[in-house]
Nanobody, 124 residues
Framework: QVQLVDSGGGLVQAGGSLRLSCAAS??????????MGWFRQAPGKEREFVAR????????TYEDSVKGRFTISRDNAKKTVYLQMDKLQPEDTAVYYC???????????????WGQGTQVTVSS
């Protein structure tokens, strides 16, 4: 059974930082075969792309509003992907979801597995 376990969310003041983690287990192929991504969903809004990383970790893509503030990384030995979020703003408030997929681009349909989500709340 595939599991992606998101963690690290919380309440932080504007300008602060959080580090999200996502631990994978039960994947059919080696962890490095999967592109990994982070999406987020705010109340009343659609799920939106935040960042993605290639299997080797050598290629990353970010949504424009988080460029320069968020950093996605992965540790294939630990089967874990991270999202370091700095200079957080109230508009970053959302549930953040980790995802894994063989195609793994910027759209949700290109991912096969999803974590349960972790709440990030940024106060002004």
């Amino acid at each position: 059974q595939v599991q992606l376990v998101d963690s690290g969310g919380g309440l932080v003041q504007a300008g602060g930082s959080l580090r999200l983690s996502c631990a994978a287990s039960g994947l059919a192929f080696t962890f490095s075969a999967y592109k990994m991504g982070w999406f987020r969903q705010a109340p009343g809004k659609e799920r939106e792309f935040v960042a993605r990383i290639s299997g080797s970790g050598g290629s990353t893509t970010y949504e424009d509003s988080v460029k320069g503030r968020f950093t996605i990384s992965r540790d294939n030995a630990k089967k874990t992907v991270y999202l370091q979020m700095d200079k957080l703003q109230p508009e970053d408030t959302a549930v953040y979801y980790c995802t894994a997929g063989m195609a793994g681009s910027t759209t949700p349909s290109t991912y096969n597995y999803w974590g349960q989500g972790t709440q990030v709340t940024v106060s002004s």
